[in-house]
Structure formats: structure tokens, C-alpha cells
């Protein structure tokens, strides 16, 4: 089957991807709102997807909305229409974990086009997904914070077993997500079995306040 990846440049729509290797992928595409506070897109560092689609050899759509609630969702059916007219795709596959919101909207328009979804981390446990990507070489930045106490010491840090623990100790205090289903964090991903190499961060800017902090990179 022919599918394209909606594609962040985060851990979970990278790890969908690879899990759904048996299959095609023919494209990826990534969204780019305006909004930093967007519903459905993932903001911090997005521009990042276009070297990482370099290195794993894969076409890029690229599309850009304002990201408005809702309206938002009719610049990705675009963007998903564009991938079945030049690519000729069967599927869609996402990194949909625990939102309904993302999960139901995106299945909605897949249905509209006719095409199969294909969500591999599904209700998948959290820490076990964080476990899963240390085991299989993914190499995981985290490029925004928006929880407390969550802060700038953050922005950087790799997903390894001492973030993993971090992890279990936030949600058993705090109820955040060790996976950062609810925007509690941001990532990166600079390397994985998908990439023909390794990227590193070039530059960086970092800007937020509190428990509110966002890195954006440039990748190389």
C-alpha cells in the first residue's frame, strides 16, 4: 500500500513512520501554522522536517495555515488531497497516541478521500513508547515545554532512561503526560533508522517564560 506520513518532526509521527515501514511511504507531509498555540500542529522547530525528509530520502508537502480551530483542518485535507493526486497514496498513517481530537478529525477526512488510516501508536502505554524509542536508537531532543515545573532546563535535554524516570515521577506528582500527549512537551527527532545520517543543531533560539519555553533550530 501507497501511504504518506503526516510528518512534525517529532518522536511520535517519526516512530508511526517507522512502524509502518512494511508499507510504501511515498511522501511526507507537514503542516505549518501560524498559530504557536495550534490544536492540531506541532509548532517548535517545524521548518526542521524539511532536512530530515532529506535524510530519509522521502518527498516533502509542505502546506501552511493560520491556524485557526477547525479551519486548520481544511489546509490539511489540501495538503492530503495534494499527496493522492501527485503520489497517489491508499493511506494515511499518524502519530495519534491518546488524542481523540487529532485522531478523530484526521480519520474524518481520510474517510471523505477514500483512504485508509493507519495510527500504529494508538493507545499505545506512554512510558513504554518512550522506552521503545531508546531501544530502537531514536535519537530524541525535547524542543518545547508548556507545563509546570517544566522550564527552560528542559529545552534540549534527550529522551534516554534518566528522562524516562524524570518522566514517571512528573505524571505521578503532577499528572503530566510522560509522553507529552497533551502539549506538555515538544521534540525533535535529530536521528532514527529512517535517517541516512545523523543531524546536528547548526543554531538556536530559544524564547518563552515560566513554564512556557519554546527552542526553535537550525538543523545540518
Known amino acids: ?71 486548520e483542518l481544511k489546509d490539511l485535507e489540501k495538503a492530503i488531497v495534494k499527496a493522492k493526486e501527485k503520489y497517489k497514496i491508499d493511506g494515511v498513517v499518524t502519530g495519534a497516541v491518546k488524542s481523540v481530537y487529532q485522531a478523530s478529525r484526521v480519520e474524518k477526512i481520510c474517510k471523505g478521500l477514500g483512504l485508509e488510516i493507519i495510527n500504529p501508536l494508538w493507545q499505545k502505554d506512554e512510558m513504554e513508547l518512550l522506552n521503545e524509542l531508546i531501544s530502537k536508537k531514536f535519537e530524541v531532543i525535547i524542543t518545547g515545554v508548556a507545563a509546570y515545573p517544566l522550564d527552560e532546563k528542559w529545552l534540549g535535554r534527550k529522551i534516554d532512561s534518566a528522562f524516562v524516570e524524570d518522566a514517571k515521577q512528573l505524571y505521578e506528582k503532577y499528572k503530566i503526560n510522560p509522553a507529552g500527549e497533551g502539549g506538555e512537551f515538544e521534540t525533535l527527532v535529530l536521528n532514527c533508522p529512517l535517517f541516512s545520517r545523523q543531524l546536528r543543531i547548526k543554531s538556536k533560539k530559544v524564547s518563552g517564560s515560566g513554564n512556557n519555553y519554546r527552542m526553535d533550530v537550525v538543523l545540518g
Open 1 to 71: 500500500m501507497r501511504i504518506a506520513a503526516l510528518f512534525s518532526g517529532g518522536k511520535d509521527s517519526t516512530y508511526a513512520a517507522y512502524l509502518a515501514k512494511q508499507h510504501e511511504i511515498v511522501c511526507l507531509i507537514s503542516v505549518y501554522s501560524k498559530n504557536p498555540y495550534s490544536y492540531m500542529f506541532h509548532t517548535p522547530s517545524i521548518t526542521c522536517v524539511r532536512k530530515q525528509a532529506d535524510v530519509m530520502k522521502i518527498p516533502l508537502i509542505e502546506q501552511e495555515t493560520e491556524g485557526k480551530k477547525e479551519d
